[in-house]
C-alpha cells in the first residue's frame, strides 16, 4: 500500500503511539504549568518560562546528548534503575518517550498559557464565588472557554513529535520497532541512498505539516473571530 514496506509501516506506528502517548502526557503536565505562568505572580516565573522554553534554542543533539547520561547505565536514573533490577532507558521506546515529552514541552504550555491569560480570572471566581469546586470549574468552566488552546497545543505537540530527529537519534539510535521512528528511518534511507523510499516518507510528513499548519491557523482565526 502506497508502496511503503513492511520497515516504513513498522516505524510508522511506532511514531504515531510515541506521538499519541506524547500528547496525552504532555496536555496533562502543561495545564497546571501553564495556568501558574499564566496566572501566577511568582519571582521564579521568567525562570520556569526560560526552563520551559529551552528546546525551542537549545540543539536537539545537546538535549539528547544530556539526556543519554542521565537515562544510561551509569547516569543517575538509569544506573538507580539498574540497581533495583530494571532496565536503564537509553535506547528503549520508555526513553524517547521521556525525550519527546521534554523537548515538545512549549509547544503544549505556550498555547495553553496564552489561552488562560486571555481567559482572564474573572470567570473563574463567578464560578467559585457560586460553590463550582475545582474540578467543576475546571470542566464546566475553563476548559469549554480554552478549547481552541487545547486543540492548538494537541495538534502542534503531535506534529512536532513526528518531526523529532536528534533527540531520538541521540537517545535511541535506530533500533527497528524500538527507536527506529519516521525521521529516523528517512535518514537510514537516505544514507543508504535509497532516495525513492525516503522520498515517499518525506513527502508524507511534508503534507502532515501543511496540514497541520492549516488547521492551526484555522482554529486561531475561528477563535480571534469570535472574540471580535
Not at 513492511?6 to 495556568?35: G, H, K, M, N, S
Not at 544506573?79 to 515529552?101: D, K, M, N, P, R
Request: charged share 10%; with cysteine; net charge neutral.
Amino acid at each position: 500500500m502506497l508502496g511503503l514496506g513492511p520497515e516504513d509501516w513498522q516505524a510508522i506506528e511506532l511514531t504515531f503511539r510515541l506521538c499519541l502517548y506524547t500528547t496525552i502526557i504532555l496536555l496533562i503536565l502543561a495545564t497546571p504549568i501553564a495556568w501558574w505562568l499564566a496566572s501566577g505572580r511568582s519571582a521564579a516565573r521568567v525562570a520556569v518560562q526560560a526552563v520551559v522554553a529551552l528546546p525551542l534554542v537549545l540543539p536537539p543533539t545537546v538535549l539528547g546528548f544530556y539526556l543519554l547520561i542521565v537515562l544510561g547505565p551509569r547516569g543517575f536514573v538509569g544506573g538507580t534503575l539498574e540497581s533495583v533490577g530494571l532496565h536503564h532507558l537509553a535506547f528503549t521506546f520508555e526513553g524517547i518517550l521521556v525525550a519527546s515529552v521534554l523537548y515538545s514541552m512549549p509547544f503544549a504550555v505556550q498555547p495553553l498559557t496564552e489561552a488562560f491569560h486571555n481567559l482572564g480570572k474573572r470567570p473563574v471566581e463567578v464560578a467559585s464565588s457560586l460553590g463550582a469546586g475545582l474540578f467543576d470549574r475546571f470542566f464546566t468552566v475553563i476548559l469549554p472557554l480554552t478549547r481552541g488552546g487545547f486543540v492548538v497545543a494537541a495538534t502542534l505537540t503531535f506534529a512536532h513529535t513526528i518531526g523529532e530527529f536528534g533527540v531520538i537519534l541521540m537517545l535511541g539510535g535506530s533500533i527497528p520497532g524500538e527507536t527506529k521512528v519516521l525521521s529516523v528511518l528517512i535518514y537510514d534511507h537516505a544514507e543508504a541512498m535509497n532516495y525513492e523510499a525516503a522520498h515517499r516518507l518525506s513527502a508524507m510528513l511534508l503534507v502532515f505539516a501543511f496540514l497541520t499548519l492549516v488547521i492551526v491557523y484555522s482554529i486561531t482565526r475561528r477563535f480571534a473571530v469570535a472574540k471580535v
